[in-house]
């Protein structure tokens, strides 16, 4: 009788989820929940997994993410799918509050402050990273930021774990989710906060912070993550050399939606060519002595 109750939860777990055979597992269905749950608004707890009902919302919501991610659309947990999930990434959603572009700030000169530094690196690489990150949007766009050491800025800066404070998301140790930020607006409005227990680099092993910061600033401003797998709003970690422009059309599009192009620089007038003195080709047409003074006359 035991063997036919645990054989039945069995076969009701795996009917409510599409899954290829090969990829059946507890551990690999916790995956999929968790994932769906954090980043697709699945919204099913652990209990009412198993029930067949919910197969078509869970089958919906493996097909919005393969789509999301430019995958095959089938519905089910295949490999693909699954590495996909297993990726470390950003924590913010890609559907759902924060799955769209907001409202931008209301301002062009923004203040940010790092409240903590992870010993993973030298205080001034962070600074230097940060600082990066920061650049790349501020470069194709009218936006101004600057650092303060005390107070509260608009985009507070932070290397925290696990749960975290008053902050809604939280953190899953090494790999898995690698940082989140929060859109513009009061509280945690502009906030970014990076998962302590990773690896942080400026190129070495591990993950580049400045890659990371720049991709969470998106958020900071206002940006949505991007289907583009070339866009620095792609949700997935992609590492890059940090020597190159991260900035995809799509990336640029998107910031100058909110907040406009830069300011063009004012282009100085050119005025009439005036001869050097000493140019050994300067010839005059004329010359005369008026009042002891020596006059030289060149043109009308």
Same mark, same amino acid.
């Given at each position: 009788?035991?063997?036919?109750?645990?054989?039945?939860?069995?076969?009701?777990?795996?009917?409510?989820?599409?899954?290829?055979? &090969?990829?059946?597992?507890?551990?690999?269905?916790?995956?999929?929940?968790?994932?769906?749950?954090?980043?697709?608004?699945?919204?099913?707890? *652990?209990?009412?997994?198993?029930?067949?009902?919910?197969?078509? %919302?869970?089958? *919906?919501?493996?097909? /919005?993410?393969?789509?999301?991610?430019?995958?095959?659309?089938?519905?089910?947990?295949?490999? #693909?799918?699954?590495?996909?999930?297993?990726?470390?990434?950003? *924590?913010?959603?890609?559907? *759902?509050?924060?799955?769209?572009?907001?409202?931008?700030?209301?301002?062009?000169?923004?203040?940010?402050?790092?409240? #903590?530094?992870?010993?993973?690196?030298? &205080?001034?690489?962070?600074?230097? +990273?940060?600082?990066?990150? %920061? /650049?790349?949007?501020?470069?194709?766009?009218?936006?101004?930021?600057?650092?303060?050491?005390?107070?509260?800025?608009?985009?507070?800066?932070?290397?925290?774990?696990?749960?975290?404070?008053?902050?809604?998301?939280?953190?899953?140790?090494?790999?898995?989710?690698?940082?989140?930020?929060?859109?513009? =607006?009061?509280?945690?409005?502009?906030?970014?906060?990076?998962?302590?227990? /990773?690896?942080?680099?400026?190129? =070495?092993?591990?993950?580049? %912070?400045?890659?990371? +910061?720049?991709?969470?600033?998106?958020?900071?401003?206002?940006?949505?993550?991007?289907?583009?797998?070339?866009?620095?709003?792609?949700? #997935?970690?992609?590492?890059?050399?940090?020597?190159?422009?991260?900035?995809?059309?799509?990336?640029?599009?998107?910031?100058?939606?909110?907040?406009?192009?830069?300011?063009?620089?004012?282009?100085?007038?050119?005025?009439?060519?005036?001869?050097?003195?000493?140019?050994?080709?300067?010839?005059?047409?004329?010359?005369?002595?008026? &009042?002891?003074?020596?006059?030289?006359?060149?043109? &009308?």
């Amino acid at each position: 009788m035991k063997n036919r109750l645990l054989l039945l939860v069995f076969v009701t777990l795996s009917s409510a989820f599409p899954v290829d055979q &090969r990829m059946e597992g507890d551990e690999n269905l916790q995956l999929t929940q968790a994932y769906l749950n954090q980043f697709y608004s699945l919204e099913i707890e *652990g209990s009412h997994l198993a029930q067949s009902s919910n197969r078509s %919302l869970i089958d *919906g919501k493996i097909r /919005e993410m393969q789509a999301f991610f430019g995958l095959t659309v089938t519905g089910k947990l295949d490999s #693909n799918t699954l590495e996909i999930m297993k990726t470390p990434r950003c *924590g913010v959603p890609d559907v *759902g509050q924060y799955g769209y572009t907001l409202p931008g700030w209301k301002k062009y000169n923004l203040t940010y402050r790092i409240v #903590n530094y992870t010993p993973d690196m030298a &205080r001034a690489d962070v600074d230097e +990273a940060i600082q990066k990150g %920061l /650049e790349v949007w501020s470069k194709v766009t009218p936006l101004i930021f600057t650092k303060i050491s005390k107070g509260i800025a608009d985009i507070m800066i932070a290397f925290r774990t696990r749960v975290h404070g008053w902050c809604p998301r939280y953190f899953d140790g090494p790999l898995g989710v690698l940082g989140h930020a929060f859109p513009p =607006g009061l509280g945690l409005g502009g906030d970014t906060h990076f998962d302590e227990d /990773e690896n942080w680099t400026k190129d =070495g092993v591990g993950f580049s %912070l400045f890659l990371v +910061a720049a991709h969470e600033f998106g958020h900071s401003l206002g940006l949505s993550h991007s289907r583009d797998q070339t866009a620095l709003m792609f949700p #997935n970690y992609v590492s890059l050399d940090p020597s190159k422009y991260p900035l995809s059309q799509d990336d640029i599009k998107g910031i100058q939606s909110i907040y406009g192009e830069p300011p063009k620089l004012p282009v100085k007038p050119k005025g009439p060519t005036v001869p050097h003195a000493c140019d050994p080709n300067l010839t005059f047409d004329a010359i005369t002595t008026f &009042r002891r003074e020596v006059m030289f006359f060149k043109g &009308r």
